[in-house]
């Protein structure tokens, strides 16, 4: 069995510093945190996918990693459309997994479940894009291992949501995602942030589904036309677990809520 624990969109400040709308975003991140280590058995690793930080400043990331440290397990980011590929890479390059080059496509091999970790951004834009070059090497890399069942992990939705002002900076083409993973059984799920709402949609012979925010949710706003806005409904992370068969995707309230109790 395999536990990957997936936080995502914590939109981490400078210390002190909150969002535009006066949200304090690190004592949300250092909650998610806590629930993470709260759980028996632990999770093998972390990742993150995206909008680590707000802006992109070195000292956002300095703060992020410090909110982090208690992780004692293996983590993995992937850039969002809030953070800055450059200071993302700086702040993460002594644990030596990130690639070199401007694009942050990488793979995990150490564990029965290979993850795929796919860098979306467009610098500038609030959607996200994998251009042909990223296409074909995800094509390659999935053709190099077609018995080691994988898991796909980008920070853009490859699907519309419903909640339009979102799907407007979604990932671009996602059919030309599709096509690809289509073509590969072992991908068992593909797996996103920048939604701050769990959801679900098939896509190609498997699922794609979205974190919840650490920190703020956006509002479920199905109008044609939504008025944007984000809720504090309580965050949480996803908890994918690989039994070596089937990947079930749990969502985990970020919280203390005790052991429960026994029904008997
Ligand atoms: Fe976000
Ligand atoms: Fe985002």
Redesign the pocket.
């Known amino acids: 069995m395999l536990l990957v624990a997936q936080l995502s969109?914590a939109h981490i400040g400078a210390p002190g510093a909150t969002l535009a709308k006066g949200l304090d975003t690190a004592p949300l991140l250092a909650q998610a945190v806590a629930s993470v280590l709260r759980l028996k058995p632990l999770p093998d690793l972390v990742i993150f996918t995206?909008?680590l930080v707000e802006s992109g400043a070195t000292a956002e990331y300095r703060h992020f990693r410090q909110l982090i440290a208690p992780l004692a397990m293996p983590v993995f980011v992937l850039p969002?459309?809030?953070d800055s590929s450059a200071g993302l890479r700086a702040a993460f390059a002594a644990e030596g997994y990130l690639p070199d080059g401007d694009q942050l496509d990488y793979v995990i091999e150490r564990w029965p479940l290979r993850l795929i970790m796919l860098d979306t951004i467009v610098a500038g834009a609030?959607y996200g894009e994998l251009d042909a070059g990223q296409l074909a090497w995800l094509d390659d890399t999935l053709a190099d291992a077609p018995a080691r069942p994988t898991l796909i992990a980008l920070?853009?939705p490859p699907f519309g949501s419903g909640i339009v002002h979102m799907d407007e900076?979604a990932l671009l083409q996602p059919q030309r995602l599709e096509a690809v993973v289509a073509r590969h059984a072992q991908v068992v799920g593909v797996t996103c942030?920048?939604l701050h709402r769990m959801m679900a949609q098939r896509f190609g012979h498997t699922l794609a589904v979205s974190a919840p925010s650490v920190a703020h949710q956006i509002a479920l706003d199905l109008n044609e036309v939504p008025e944007p806005r984000y809720i504090m409904e309580p965050p949480g992370f996803l908890l994918h677990r690989w039994d070596g068969a089937r990947l079930t995707t749990h969502f985990v309230a970020s919280g203390d809520f005790g052991a429960g109790r026994v029904f008997v």
């Open positions: 969109d995206g909008d969002g459309n809030h609030p920070h853009h900076m942030g920048h």
